[in-house]
């Protein structure tokens, strides 16, 4: 069965704080928007490793791919 955006919006959700959140996908290939104030005085890969941290095993078992943009609320502009 493949991931939805849905199902990977709510791993992260569940991994990570999380101010604001988007997930795209194709069930296979995945962008997300991911805005938490965990990121504040962290540089990027640091971020990318909190979220793939939030993911676990999933990352490897069911998510073929992952885009990520990792901001913090200050750095957000809706």
Same mark, same amino acid.
């Given at each position: 069965?493949?991931?939805?955006? @849905? =199902? #990977?919006?709510n791993? #992260?959700?569940?991994?990570? /704080?999380?101010?604001?959140? @988007?997930?795209?996908g194709? !069930?296979?290939? $995945? %962008?997300? =928007? &991911?805005? %938490?104030?965990? $990121?504040a !005085?962290?540089?990027? &890969?640091?971020?990318?490793?909190?979220?793939?941290?939030?993911? !676990?095993?999933?990352?490897? /078992? @069911? #998510?073929?791919?992952?885009s990520?943009?990792t =901001?913090?609320? /200050?750095?957000?502009?809706?």
């Open positions: 069965m493949l991931p939805t955006s @849905e =199902l #990977i919006k791993y #992260i959700a569940s991994g990570l /704080e999380c101010t604001h959140l @988007e997930v795209e194709d !069930g296979q290939h $995945f %962008s997300a =928007l &991911i805005v %938490s104030p965990v $990121f !005085g962290k540089r990027l &890969i640091q971020r990318h490793q909190l979220v793939y941290a939030a993911l !676990g095993d999933r990352m490897r /078992e @069911e #998510i073929h791919a992952l990520m943009k =901001l913090t609320p /200050e750095e957000h502009q809706p």
